[in-house]
T-cell receptor
Framework: NAGVTQTPKFRVLKTGQSMTLLCAQD?????MYWYRQDPGMGLRLIHY???????AKGEVPDGYNVSRLKKQNFLLGLESAAPSQTSVYFC?????????????????FGPGTRLTVL | GQNIDQPTEMTATEGAIVQINCTYQ??????LFWYQQHAGEAPTFLSY??LDGLEEKGRFSSFLSRSKGYSYLLLKELQMKDSASYLC??????????WGAGTKLIIKP
């Protein structure tokens, strides 16, 4: 199993350009997430999905859009990139199980995409 | 607001023991996770606590006190490969993970 994969690994954009980041998972997980990670800050949730065809906003959704047309894929779009969107983007997926009768859903992360917006 | 606090950086010696603390204030609590992240890589899962007490997994242990909003990760018999950032994350009442900024652990020979 490849686990969670992300493309591209690196990208440089100019302000105002658009792009799509692709996340794919082969673990049949229901939940998928997009995070950004900036120096000195924790991972921040951009958008997430609890199943095929569903998406929801996270902590920092502005300037991003997402789609989950297939269970295994979760796309993150930047319509008009800004320098403030320079970051490392991580995709993650998870399944829900129960541990000691409590909900347990460990997240599995992709390798990340390093995006620079000039 | 929601807040997760961890020390920014810690230094320890190879073969020693180190304890990384995490305190949290969140809207609800549905479990606490510790992840390890090597520089330039993705976070990987280390441990999960939902009930008070100690969870042990090999050289790593994690402790939780829900009444104090406190957890720690204990690493024993430190190895050079343990040099990494350690991320504490709490699942809140909406079942979303709130992440700390991470503790960078430097291991010296």
């Amino acid at each position: 199993n490849a686990g969670v994969t992300q493309t591209p690994k690196f990208r440089v954009l100019k302000t105002g350009q658009s792009m799509t980041l692709l996340c794919a998972q082969d673990m049949n997980h229901e939940y998928m997430y997009w995070y950004r990670q900036d120096p000195g800050m924790g991972l921040r949730l951009i958008h997430y999905s609890v199943g095929e065809g569903t998406t929801a906003k996270g902590e920092v959704p502005d300037g991003y859009n997402v789609s989950r047309l297939k269970k295994q894929n979760f796309l993150l779009g930047l319509e008009s990139a800004a320098p403030s969107q320079t970051s490392v983007y991580f995709c993650a997926s998870s399944y829900t199980t129960y541990k000691r009768r409590e909900v347990y859903n460990e997240q599995f992360f992709g390798p990340g995409t390093r995006l620079t917006v000039l | 607001g929601q807040n997760i606090d961890q020390p920014t950086e810690m230094t320890a010696t190879e073969g020693a023991i180190v304890q990384i603390n995490c305190t949290y204030q969140t809207s609800g609590f549905n479990g606490l996770f510790w992840y390890q992240q090597h520089a330039g890589e993705a976070p990987t899962f280390l441990s999960y606590n939902v009930l008070d007490g100690l969870e042990e997994k090999g050289r790593f242990s994690s402790f939780l006190s829900r009444s104090k909003g406190y957890s720690y990760l204990l690493l024993k018999e430190l190895q050079m490969k343990d040099s990494a950032s350690y991320l504490c994350a709490v699942r809140d009442s909406n079942y979303q993970l709130i992440w700390g900024a991470g503790t960078k652990l430097i291991i010296k020979p």
